[in-house]
């Protein structure tokens, strides 16, 4: 994966309010959840919640469904494993 791919995902993974939102998506596991609950959940206005959750899509770290009136957030965690895979990729390599 590319430098600016990962950093892109670390820059918005690095703001308190999204770092918080994404925890709340991955506890919620594949099956995602609906963007209403982690508003309740959180206590984030909605239109706070929008713009954070459009960054993290942004970055490629969730995506969403709808399904009728209710909007889902999931997270994609193919696009997680790489990041962390990409911190860890080199680990300890100059130890001797």
Known sequence: MEIETI??????????TR????KRLVKAGEQGI??????EDLQIPGSTL???????????????RRE??????VVEYEKLLSVIAFLQDECCA???
């Open 7 to 16: 950093a892109k995902a670390l820059k918005e993974l690095g703001h308190p």
């Open 19 to 22: 770092l918080t939102i994404f």
């Open 34 to 39: 609906a963007v209403g609950v982690v508003q």
């Open 50 to 64: 929008s713009h954070h959750i459009s960054s993290l899509a942004s970055a490629g770290l969730i995506k969403q």
């Open 68 to 73: 009728g009136r209710t909007l889902y957030c």
């Open 94 to 96: 100059d130890e001797s």
